[in-house]
């Protein structure tokens, strides 16, 4: 089974800004494009920072002499390289989705900008990109489980898989007889890890017991 990787999932069709574009255009682009940030590039695309709505906002704190100019120089015609969050969170498109995840979690943010080797934006990944993968029927998920995991791997034919696989909300529960008990553990390992899956039951039984001495 091929794991699902960020380029899978991510948006190409990704906005960006230089770092001289203004405070305004910057806001008038995260709400018509209903996004949470948009990646600062140089003139070779490269990933130099990130703005956010939290860089944009205009928070409410007890006055200070030097917070009040930072408030009026945002206000007045703040720049994309004045607000912009640096050094930049990036991920790589040939990194796994779960490491997308994990990095949107430790560093505490929505989207993470995609950049290939040589650190160029190529794409924009969000949570909600992640979650899609969630979003998958329970027929899809039967019908990944059957080819890939009983068919392609532990070569059992599809007449002979398919009754052993049942799908309810995302949990998998296999019920049926295995020839031998070390496949078992192997079948159940890899119905976990089919994107989608929230869950394994496992009812699976064996013919013979290949594992004991």
């Known amino acids: 089974m091929r794991r699902l990787l960020v380029r899978d999932v991510m948006t190409t069709d990704v906005r960006s800004v230089r770092r001289g574009t203004p405070f305004k255009d910057i806001a008038v682009m995260l709400a018509e494009r209903r996004i949470g940030a948009v990646p600062v590039v140089d003139d070779e695309r490269t990933v130099v920072g990130v703005v956010s709505e939290a860089d944009l906002l205009d928070r409410e704190l007890v006055p200070h002499r030097w917070w009040e100019w930072r408030r009026r120089r945002v206000r007045d015609g703040g720049v994309a390289g004045e607000l912009m969050t640096q050094p930049p969170v990036t991920i790589g498109a040939e990194d796994s989705l779960v490491e997308g995840a994990r990095r949107m979690a430790r560093e505490h943010v929505k989207q993470l900008p995609v950049v290939d080797r040589y650190g160029k934006l190529v794409g924009i990944v969000s949570r909600s990109d992640l979650l899609r993968i969630f ?22 034919p599809e007449e002979r898989a398919r009754p052993l696989v049942a799908v309810a909300d995302g949990v998998v529960t296999l019920t049926g007889e295995l020839e031998r008990a070390s496949l078992v553990p192997i079948a159940v390992a890899l119905t976990r890890r089919v994107p989608g899956v929230i869950d394994v039951v496992d009812r699976l039984t064996f013919a013979t017991d290949d594992t004991a001495p």
């Open 135 to 156: 979003v998958r029927t329970d027929e899809e998920l039967r019908e990944e489980v059957v080819h890939d995991v009983f068919g392609r791997v532990l070569w059992l």
